[in-house]
């Protein structure tokens, strides 16, 4: 079986290679994660207790809104750098990367100056309405820490998109198995000095560690695998940035879309609901999302190598590749079925009876999953091939429909938190219903 395994991540082409060995590295640092965020929930809610827990859960969502506000640029820089390497384009790596970096620092420090001046115009307590669980001042002062360290984050990012490109997908979980680990020991601290933390504390936490973890990779980076890339801003040229824009531009109006349709359920349950409930929303998320991440394990490497057969014409590859990973999403389907039934159980002990597990609840977080899967394999495709007008319009259109189509369900339809996840399970309609047609068609055209 051993060598069977070896045989397995040692045969097949250099993009085969890549994309296996990055599998099973994702597989270790995601798979830590995972285990750090079951652990970190409970912990969450005995320091904070469910409600304070929720208000945490509501500000951070707010800001995840505008850190994805790169304006697509690592995903164009991604596609770009392949590019570039294959000798397709009139732009060098450095040229790329310099302008990336000149580019993204001008939503970054919107960001930061944003959330600076907001709470001197908004009463986020109200807005929220968890102005009864902590006080405006200290609420304004952790979204101002949270608009800083986002800010930051969005420039330091960009040096994942790099090793993304260089099909080295696994070093992004790295750094966010880094980051858990951080975050996992400070808590334990809390708690072992008997140290009672508030929603900034843990705002702190959250906002310095990433930091840390990305100004110490991009550093040994620049140093050491990618000393070949001269980040100066005499690289930054005008050609350069129009390649990454326009393609960025695209990613960056899908990056909205998930921003609304991923981020605002949070806030929206905030706002019709209280913050148990948001937080029993919050855990089912959780739990549920487990198939999803093994998943999308298996499919973070593939994006740049599709991105590579596309140059390469090598459409073959790309034909067999989407049929593996076709049977490795049928396997997942018991698995999504199982954790239906089984999860009443799982959360009762894991979060000691706290929350209530409804099967509507259940049943929504299993559809919307299990369409989220499927339709990646294809969207990755489209995403590696850069050909995705298509899928801006769709996403153009969750915009406007993921709003009120929640509030629809939720409060109108009195289906309550499940018509959250309910509305954004529709709103994932172009991956799994039009995205296969679409590879579909590119494909039957190239290899006529």
């Known amino acids: 079986m051993v060598n069977a395994f070896k045989r397995f991540f040692n045969q097949g082409g250099q993009r085969s290679l890549a994309v296996k060995q ?5 597989a270790f640092f995601k798979g830590g994660s995972l285990l750090i965020n079951l652990i970190l929930v409970p912990i969450y809610l005995g320091l904070l207790d469910t409600s304070l827990y929720g208000v945490w859960l509501a500000l951070s ?5 505008f850190q994805f506000f790169d304006l697509g640029l690592g995903n164009g820089l991604r596609n770009k750098l392949v590019e570039a390497k294959e000798g397709i384009q009139e732009y060098t790596e450095s040229q790329l990367v310099s302008s990336a970096y000149a580019m993204v620092c001008l939503p970054a420090l919107l ?4 959330f600076s001046v907001l709470p001197f115009f908004l009463d986020i307590g109200k807005l929220l309405r968890i102005e009864s669980q902590v006080s405006n001042d200290l609420l304004a002062l952790t979204l101002m820490w949270l608009g800083l360290s986002f800010g930051v984050q969005l420039v330091l990012k960009t040096i994942t998109y790099i090793y993304l490109a260089d099909q080295k997908a696994s070093m992004n979980n790295a750094v966010n198995f880094s980051m858990n680990i951080l975050l996992l020991l400070a808590l334990y601290g809390f708690d072992y000095f008997d140290f009672q933390p508030s929603v900034a504390h843990i705002a702190f936490l959250n906002g310095l560690f990433p930091v840390l973890i990305l100004l110490i990779l991009t550093l040994y980076a620049f140093n050491g695998p990618f000393n070949h890339i001269k980040l100066s801003l005499r690289n930054v040229s005008f050609n350069s940035i129009r390649a990454v824009l326009v393609l960025g531009g695209q990613f960056f109006i899908i990056q909205f879309s998930a921003v609304v349709l991923f981020s605002t359920d949070n806030i929206i349950a905030s706002y019709l609901f209280d913050d148990s409930s948001v937080s029993q929303y919050a855990i089912h998320y959780k739990l549920f999302q487990f198939p999803l991440i093994a998943f999308s394990i298996l499919m973070q490497p593939f994006w740049s190598a599709f991105t590579q057969a596309k140059v390469q014409q090598d459409w073959v590859w790309v034909q067999n590749a989407i049929r ?9 389907i018991p698995i999504t079925l199982t954790l239906l039934f089984i999860a009443p159980f799982i959360i009762e002990f894991w979060v000691d009876g706290l929350v209530e597990s409804p099967f509507l609840l259940r049943f929504s977080m299993t559809l919307y999953f299990s369409l989220a899967m499927f339709g990646s394999i294809f969207v990755a495709v489209i995403n590696g091939f850069g050909i995705i007008k298509i899928q801006m319009y769709f996403s153009i259109a969750n915009v406007f429909v993921n709003i009120p189509l929640s509030i629809l369900f939720a409060e109108y339809l009195s289906m309550g938190m499940s018509g959250i996840i309910l509305a954004s399970a529709i709103c994932l309609s172009y991956g799994p219903f039009v995205a296969p047609f679409h590879v579909r068609k590119i494909l039957r055209s190239k290899l006529v």
């Open 22 to 26: 990055h599998v099973l590295y994702s």
């Open 61 to 65: 969502s707010i800001v995840t809104w």
């Open 111 to 114: 960001l930061i100056a944003g």
């Open 324 to 332: 593996k990973l076709l049977k490795l999403y049928y396997m997942t």
